[in-house]
T-cell receptor, first 115, second 112 residues
Framework: KAGVTQTPRYLIKTRGQQVTLSCSPI?????VSWYQQTPGQGLQFLFE???????NKGNFPGRFSGRQFSNSRSEMNVSTLELGDSALYLC??????????????FGPGTRLTVL | LAKTTQPISMDSYEGQEVNITCSHN???????ITWYQQFPSQGPRFIIQ???TKVTNEVASLFIPADRKSSTLSLPRVSLSDTAVYYC?????????????FGQGTELSVKP
């Protein structure tokens, strides 16, 4: 079974631009979460989507948004990019959004550099 | 979500057993304990999860004392490829769903 895929893997943007990152979960997984990882702040939760609905949201400004499609694929968008948005953006999927605890499967991430 | 405290770094040698202890004094009744491993420039990978006593799988063991205020991840006979950052997470994963709260992690360095 294919793992979580994220595109693109690397991205360079300039301040003020916007960016869209894509995540394809493992087949059959319905929940997709997004995380930002930086050397200073570590791994931080952005938001989670389940059945096209945002279920959880981290403490990030409104410039960070996301959505999930009916096939569970998800995108996250960052508008008006700032230098501090440079980070590794990770997507994770899991089988279900409710019920017993289940592990999250992470993708390789998208490395975003803002110049 | 309970806060976790774990050593920032640890060193070991190939073939040794490594034990990484995580403190979570404010763990709640519904909280589970989960460990993830992360290699540089990769996403974290689930290692093991438990609620109480001992859990073992093909890569690690997780020891949880009766009061559940701490937990120990045990990696038997480590190799160079086990060099990574190990995260201890505590939370009501059942309801919190995808919202994993990562701490600073423990950077394990395995030397030959």
């Amino acid at each position: 079974k294919a793992g979580v895929t994220q595109t693109p893997r690397y991205l360079i943007k300039t301040r003020g631009q916007q960016v869209t990152l894509s995540c394809s979960p493992i087949s059959g997984h319905r929940s997709v979460s997004w995380y930002q990882q930086t050397p200073g702040q570590g791994l931080q939760f952005l938001f989670e989507y389940f059945s096209e609905t945002q279920r959880n949201k981290g403490n990030f400004p409104g410039r960070f948004s996301g959505r999930q499609f009916s096939n569970s694929r998800s995108e996250m968008n960052v508008s008006t990019l700032e230098l501090g948005d440079s980070a590794l953006y990770l997507c994770a999927s899991r089988v279900r959004g409710t019920g017993a605890p289940d592990e999250q499967f992470f993708g390789p991430g998208t490395r975003l550099t803002v110049l | 979500l309970a806060k976790t405290t774990q050593p920032i770094s640890m060193d070991s040698y190939e073939g040794q057993e490594v034990n990484i202890t995580c403190s979570h004094n404010n763990i709640a009744t519904n909280d589970y304990i989960t460990w993830y491993q992360q290699f540089p420039s990769q996403g974290p990978r689930f290692i093991i999860q438990g609620y109480k006593t001992k859990v073992t799988n093909e890569v690690a063991s997780l020891f949880i004392p009766a009061d559940r205020k701490s937990s120990t991840l045990s990696l038997p006979r480590v190799s160079l490829s086990d060099t990574a950052v190990y995260y201890c997470l505590v939370g009501e994963i059942y309801n919190q769903g995808g919202k994993l709260i990562f701490g600073q992690g423990t950077e394990l360095s395995v030397k030959p």
